[in-house]
């Protein structure tokens, strides 16, 4: 994964991996999917990060949760 970790709190684009199934094609047309998620780092653990793709007043939020192993860069958006 390129970038650090940055703060929890910060607004971050992160760039992950994204698991796919493929039907009725060649084998080395079958891989992982590249995806781009914004949202506002909310938790890091030590398998995955939490981002908060929306936040209300009352601390809920729409949450994306993604195994480390899937991140290939995180970074703040300033």
């Known amino acids: 994964m390129k970038g650090r970790v940055?703060?929890?709190?910060?607004?971050?684009?992160?760039e992950w991996l994204d698991a796919t199934g493929?039907?009725?094609?060649?084998?080395?047309?079958?891989k992982p999917y590249p995806c781009e998620t914004v949202g506002w780092l909310s938790k890091v653990n030590?398998?995955?990060?939490?981002l908060a793709t929306s936040r209300y007043?009352?601390?809920s939020g729409d949450f994306t949760v993604i195994p480390k192993g899937m991140l290939t860069s995180i970074r703040a958006i300033r």
Request: charged share 25%; aromatic share 4%; net charge negative.
């Open 6 to 14: 940055p703060k929890i709190g910060k607004l971050c684009r992160v």
């Open 22 to 30: 493929w039907i009725g094609v060649g084998i080395s047309e079958a």
């Open 46 to 50: 030590a398998d995955h990060i939490i």
């Open 57 to 59: 007043e009352d601390g």
